[in-house]
């Protein structure tokens, strides 16, 4: 049974940090694309980085390039996205997702499996 769990989320001031955390089971991490999506109130969900696991490349939204960076530990099963310089406008649902055909892309149509979300919140 796939799961995915993610944990980390909180309230944080502008400028600050956060690191979250996504704990799967029931697949090998070896061989998916792991993404970071985002919701905010009234809008889409939209990836926000990925991780593509047959040649380690990465991909970030615009807006988040150079602030968060995301990073797998396939020993521990654990991928993270660490969250830098946060805005408000980063405020969200953050979900975590897994594509089982490793595509590296962060249209959230090419992944399967997801988790329940953990809640971030940026204060001015």
């Known amino acids: 049974q796939v799961q995915l769990v993610e944990s980390g989320g909180g309230l944080v001031q502008a400028g600050g940090s956060l690191r979250l955390s996504c704990a799967t089971s029931?697949?090998?991490?070896?061989?998916?694309?792991i993404g970071w999506f985002r919701q905010a109130p009234g809008e889409v969900r939209e990836g926000v980085s990925c991780?593509?696991?047959?040649?380690?490349?990465?991909l970030y939204l615009n807006s988040v390039e150079g602030r968060f960076t995301i990073s797998r530990d396939n020993a521990k099963n654990t991928v993270y996205l660490q969250m830098n310089s946060l805005k408000p406008e980063d405020t969200a649902v953050y979900y975590c997702?897994?594509?089982?055909?490793?595509?590296?892309?962060?249209?959230?149509?090419?992944?399967?499996?997801w988790g329940q979300g953990t809640q971030v919140t940026v204060s001015s």
């Open positions: 997702a897994a594509d089982q055909y490793d595509s590296g892309s962060l249209h959230r149509g090419e992944y399967r499996y």
């Open positions: 029931g697949f090998s991490l070896d061989d998916y694309t």
């Open positions: 991780s593509r696991s047959i040649d380690g490349s990465t």
